[in-house]
Structure formats: C-alpha cells, structure tokens
C-alpha cells in the first residue's frame, strides 16, 4: 500500500456475512485489498484466494544453511585450525558434530522464517500501522478495496459492499 492511495471500508457486524460478501465482490470483478477482522475466521483466506504461504521452503533452505556452516565450522576448527586427538579418535569425528549441527540448524532455520515472515508481512518495526477501522480489534469485520486498483465505478462498488450485507461503507485516504 502507498501513501495517498483512496480507499473503499466495508463494515460487517458478522463473520459469517463477511466470509459471503468475500465471494460476490470477488464474483462482481472487485478486487479486495484484505480483509480486517477481531479473530482468525476460518476459510477466509481460501475466500480471498490466497496461495499457499512459501515459508516452509524459506525455512527448509535457512535449515540446509545451518547445516552448511556448522559442518564447515567444526571441520576447519577441529580438523585445520587446532587439531585435538580427543579420545583417540580422529580430528574430524562426525559423530561428535551432531549436537552443534543439530543446533545450528535449528536456530538458523527459526531465526530465517522469523525475518522472512517480517519481511514479506511488512512488519518493520519503523513502519506505520494500516489502520482502516478501529473497530476492527473489537467486534466489526472490515473489508477494504482499494480504488486504485479497481476499474468499477466508486458508487457501483458501495451499492456492491451494501448488497453483501455491509453496514458501513466508508472512504479511507492512506
């Protein structure tokens, strides 16, 4: 979302109402920005069409990255930098290296999918907060359209959002 963008705010009393207005504004050719509500509503985001979220392979490759540096760490130190004969055992013992790799893994994997998470959320911590309608955390189901992105005329879209149960409609600069 830019600055200055016009905003169309669809208000809804119930989750129920808001999961049908998703589908006949997305069956008139409107396109919805997102939809804001109190709580998770199941099948909401099936509803908006989203895909299915790629984290798991951001976390799978930040996994395999971990991995990588803790079998390289462990290698060059034990077996380049300072070689130790522990136990009688050779310099660069697999078995030894388990619980750092395991770590590493771990730790860089979660810390990945925490950033891409961030990132590709918009949740930076110097960003400002898109609020359409206070009431959104409360007890009101907001939808929002921007009219930047939608060909239909402004008033075709509000008499769409009434016809779909809103109870509010409202215009929102951003």
Same mark, same amino acid.
């Given at each position: 979302?830019?600055?200055?963008?016009?905003?169309?705010?669809?208000?809804?009393?119930?989750?129920?109402?808001?999961?049908?207005?998703?589908?006949?504004?997305?069956?008139?050719? &409107?396109?919805?920005?997102?939809?804001?509500?109190?709580?998770?509503?199941?099948?909401?985001?099936?509803? %908006?069409?989203?895909?299915?979220?790629?984290?798991?392979?951001?976390? @799978?490759?930040?996994?395999?990255?971990?991995?990588?540096?803790? %079998? %390289?760490?462990?290698?060059?130190?034990?077996? &380049?930098?300072?070689?130790?004969?522990?136990?009688?055992?050779?310099?660069?013992?697999?078995?030894? @290296?388990?619980?750092?790799?395991? $770590? %590493?893994?771990?730790?860089?994997?979660?810390?990945? *999918?925490?950033?891409?998470?961030? &990132?590709?959320?918009?949740?930076?911590?110097?960003?400002?907060?898109?609020?359409?309608?206070?009431?959104?955390?409360?007890?009101?189901?907001? *939808?929002?359209?921007?009219?930047?992105?939608?060909? &239909?005329?402004?008033?075709?879209?509000?008499?769409?959002?009434?016809?779909?149960?809103?109870? $509010?409609?409202?215009?929102?600069?951003?």
């Amino acid at each position: 979302m830019t600055a200055g963008n016009k905003f169309l705010v669809g208000v809804f009393d119930d989750d129920d109402v808001l999961l049908s207005a998703v589908a006949k504004v997305r069956e008139s050719g &409107i396109r919805i920005h997102e939809c804001y509500t109190p709580f998770p509503v199941h099948g909401l985001g099936d509803a %908006l069409g989203y895909k299915r979220s790629k984290l798991p392979i951001a976390a @799978f490759l930040f996994g395999m990255l971990g991995t990588s540096l803790a %079998l %390289l760490m462990q290698f060059y130190m034990m077996g &380049i930098d300072w070689p130790m004969i522990i136990g009688g055992k050779n310099f660069t013992s697999i078995p030894t @290296f388990f619980p750092v790799t395991f $770590e %590493l893994t771990v730790l860089l994997s979660a810390l990945g *999918m925490v950033g891409t998470f961030m &990132i590709i959320s918009d949740l930076r911590p110097y960003g400002k907060a898109k609020i359409f309608d206070l009431r959104a955390t409360d007890d009101k189901y907001i *939808m929002a359209i921007d009219l930047a992105k939608n060909s &239909i005329d402004t008033t075709e879209i509000k008499q769409t959002l009434v016809n779909a149960g809103a109870v $509010e409609v409202n215009e929102k600069h951003n």
